[in-house]
């Protein structure tokens, strides 16, 4: 299978990596808006092209992988370029996910080809976890933690407050909530309940520290609903300790089964990762192998994690599925 990438940022080269270990995948083109020759991947005699020239390789590639961003690019790309290729992003504004799919799908239809959305942990793997314990358990309570781990979105809120030099926010469960909800006493949570938020800034020489934290507190859609608590660290220490972008989360649904409702339940799932674009990079390449073996099927049009049956993941046969995983 030919993959394409489209964006060389963080995710860009957790693609690049998670190729590598897939035996059945291989990269044979990444795109950039940058000057070409500015780019260095990691794979030798692999060509980087401007994304001006990107259809006169639509031929070279099977799947075409989008890295961009949720906010402006996405939006954008993957309607645009499902006319071309078919298609996998990781597009994560959760309340806009049905007019992109809707978007998507329309581009995907007319030109035949096949795309998936919305791909990675969350969206991705913890909406599949909980709509297998939504149809397990119907009569319960969900509840999603994210954590502890980087928050970019809230590390860029924080770098553009004047006088920060630079930073880095860890979104962190409140460990009280996860233990109510673990002993199944279904808690009701206030959004300040559930997380905290842990801001590490490096201030520029002069500035009003004061300030700084506070505009970061009070800071709204970011930090006023949370608890949050501002540390003023020099450069180095930064670097030193807070140079990765670790992540992961709980998925919980609490539930109840018998005549009189008599025995409760609660399914978990949770992620531990030392590399969020990484591993939500290998997410986006099982599902890339999916979008490559549904369109080989005939299958066109915008999917999302839904709809893609679990064996399309794997590069195991049907038979060495059952033998070894069922």
Partial sequence: MRVGILGYGNLGRGIECAIKQNDDMELTAVFTRRNPEDVKILTENVNVYNVDSILEHKDEVDVLVLCGGSATDLPKQTPEYAK???????????????????????????SG????????????????????????????????????????????????????????????????????????ENPELTTRQKHLRECFVVAEEGADLKKIEETIKNMPNYFADYDTTVHFISEEELKANHSGIPHGGFVFRTGVTGWNKENKHVIEYSLKLDSNPEFTSSVILAYARAVNRLHNEGVNGCKTVFDIAPAYLSPLSGEEIRAHLL
């Fill in 113 to 184: 080809h096949t795309a998936l959305i919305s791909c990675g942990w969350d969206p991705g793997m913890f909406s599949l976890n909980r709509l297998y314990a939504n149809a397990v358990l119907p009569e319960g309570n969900d509840y999603t933690f994210w954590g502890k781990g980087v928050s970019q979105g809230h590390s860029d809120a924080i770098r553009r407050v004047e006088g920060v030099k630079d930073g880095k926010q860890y979104t962190i469960p409140v460990e009280s909530a996860l233990e109510s909800v673990r002993n199944g």
């Fill in 84 to 110: 071309y290729f078919n298609v996998i992003d990781s597009f994560d504004t959760h309340a806009r996910i049905p007019e992109h799919f809707a978007n998507v799908d329309k581009a995907a239809k007319e």
